[in-house]
């Protein structure tokens, strides 16, 4: 639970733009950003007009900009990533100097890659930084990107898809526990991303895409398969959920589709695994307190 964690949402209030301007009068924040000034300016016109609470179609003309919230659902930064053709550029800023070095930034590059090759489907995502911004380089080398050029004014580092998915599928999670997936539930999820619509579904390829890939017949009993039955701590609740798929989905009945926000989060883990989630208004905090019944574990195999 006290890995660093980064969330990005997509919705933008009137108390975020308030934030985004206090961050952006601070000159060690605004120091490497190249239009800080015109962002400055677009947030004070906006605010000074607009009365509306959400301000979320404002932010995206010309890209799609995110708020980085942390665990406890502090606004700590912004991502802004625009797609030009088949390449997509991401801005990342840190908002608050108290929140430098707790390696938010990284966790914000990683959420901001899922969103750019899963969401957008970006065949490249870019990374503009000052030579002088140690900090932000450090930090995209860190998670893989690669020198592509530089000037003295500019170094452009870049990360193509391919190998996005070769370090997601062969690389430690460092952030994250890592999770299980039979090869059975991994060829019928995929079959299922394929035809599924709906905003968060990203989500669930690319936790697909990270997983270990496992024999259903050698899976640990102790991993929430597809159709498992698991006792979840949610926050402060306590939750007897199935892992099922959409057409058998009964939140009344605890039946949890696994394209929903809390579906996703659990596929794969373990007993005593605990790890942070976004949801679509809030972040929760999830353990997987006993996997009561697995069909792998019981010989189902049909399931």
Same mark, same amino acid.
């Given at each position: 639970? $006290? =890995?660093?964690?980064?969330? %990005? ?6 108390? $975020? ?17 190249? /239009? ?18 959400? !301000? ?5 003309? +010309? +890209?799609?900009?995110?708020?980085? *919230?942390?665990?406890? /659902? ?6 802004? %990533?625009? =797609? ?13 100097? @108290? ?25 490249? %995502?870019? &990374?503009k930084i000052h030579p002088d911004n140690a900090r932000s380089l450090k930090a995209f080398l860190h998670? +893989? ?21 070769? !370090? %997601? ?41 990270? &997983? ?22 949610? @926050? ?14 009964? /939140?009344?009945?605890? =039946? ?24 679509? $208004? ?10 009561? *019944? ?10």
């Open positions: 639970m $006290n =890995k660093p964690f980064i969330a %990005l949402c997509p919705e933008i209030t009137r108390a $975020n733009a308030l934030t985004l301007m206090d961050w952006l009068e601070d000159e060690d924040v605004t120091r490497y950003l190249s /239009d800080s000034r015109h962002v400055s300016r677009f947030i004070e016109q906006v605010i000074g007009r607009v009365q509306l609470p959400i !301000l979320t179609h404002l932010f995206n003309q +010309g +890209g799609r900009f995110f708020m980085a *919230y942390d665990a406890h /659902d502090v606004p700590v930064g912004f991502v802004r %990533l625009v =797609k030009a053709g088949p390449d997509c550029e991401m801005v990342l800023v840190i908002g608050n100097r @108290d929140n430098w070095g707790r390696k938010l930034g990284a966790s914000a590059i990683r959420e901001g890659m899922k969103l750019a090759f899963f969401d957008m489907r970006a065949e490249r %995502l870019i &990374a998670s +893989g990107f690669l020198l592509q050029s530089e000037t003295p004014a500019m170094k452009s580092l870049a990360m193509s898809s391919e190998r996005y998915l070769r !370090l %997601l599928r062969e690389s430690p999670a460092v952030h994250a526990a890592d999770i299980y997936i039979t090869e059975i539930d991994k060829a019928r999820l995929r079959s299922l991303v394929e035809v599924e619509r709906g905003s968060e579904i990203f989500e669930l390829e690319h936790e697909i895409e990270r &997983a270990i890939v496992v024999d259903p017949w050698n899976v640990a009993e102790d991993v929430v398969t597809m159709n498992s039955k698991a006792l979840l701590q949610v @926050d402060d609740e306590e939750l007897e959920v199935a892992l099922v798929y959409p057409e058998d989905a009964d /939140d009344r009945a605890g =039946k949890l589709s696994v394209c929903s926000g809390i579906g996703t989060a659990i596929l794969g883990y373990r007993e005593g695994d605990a790890f942070s989630w976004r949801i679509p $208004n809030r972040t929760c905090h999830i353990r997987i307190e006993k996997v009561l *019944y697995q069909p792998e574990a019981a010989g189902d195999f049909h399931l």
